[in-house]
């Protein structure tokens, strides 16, 4: 059976410690045309703004999923579809390869198994929170980005890798390197997704892209448009 994010374009990500713009609702930002809504960030993230927001799009009918940043995050609702698990492959701390995992396990002994997505994150923009945070390596070159890929699928059972470039476009021959590294997992690409254009040549070589910081910054028909892109491509 193909997992649902084998059949998506676009994914929006809803950052809880970031606000909208003042005449920009959430519902209005469901119904864009998006595949799925997925709730995270790096900073500022407590179990009460993740579960604002999660409430904030209950109501539709688009696809929702916590991405919880850390352990003590995690929203128990039952208005998510499931959750997406994150690892950060090119870490420098291993906390953030299987450090908080364990600690999530061993806090949270009744894990639903068949609600989580693993997610391989390859952090690539030296100067976001995220690549900070986990103290990435980001001076790769393609076949580096390529073999981290085929590392997340083969050695370590992912689902999704995903190309992270968060506030930034990235590279494409970076994407397509990931692309050609992969065989069944979901290639995800984030980062500076602003128009229809960076959408789709960032979909030609991804499978999903991920629009985060546009809903912020700009609202829902920069958002449309970039579904348009990711779908176009
Ligand atoms: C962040 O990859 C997402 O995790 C999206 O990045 O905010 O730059 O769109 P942007």
Known sequence: MTAPWG????????????ELPADVTYDELCATGTDAIQVGGTTGMTAD???AVIDACADHDVPLYQEPSSPDVVVDSPVLSGYFIPTVVNAGSPFW?????????RMDGDVEWDRLATEAYIVLNPDSDVATYTEADCDLEPAEVRAYATVAERMLGQEIVYVEYSGTLGEED??????????EATLFYGGGIRDYDSARS????????????????????????TVEGAKDA
């Open 7 to 18: 059949e998506w374009d676009h994914v929006l990500k809803l950052d809880p410690d970031k």
């Open 49 to 51: 703004n993740m579960s």
């Open 97 to 105: 390869i299987t450090g908080a995992h364990k600690e999530w396990l």
């Open 174 to 183: 970076h994407v397509a390197a990931a692309a050609a590294g992969l065989d």
């Open 202 to 225: 960032m979909a030609t070589h991804a499978d999903v892209i991920v629009v985060g910081d546009l809903a912020h910054d700009e609202g829902v028909e920069a958002v449309r448009e």
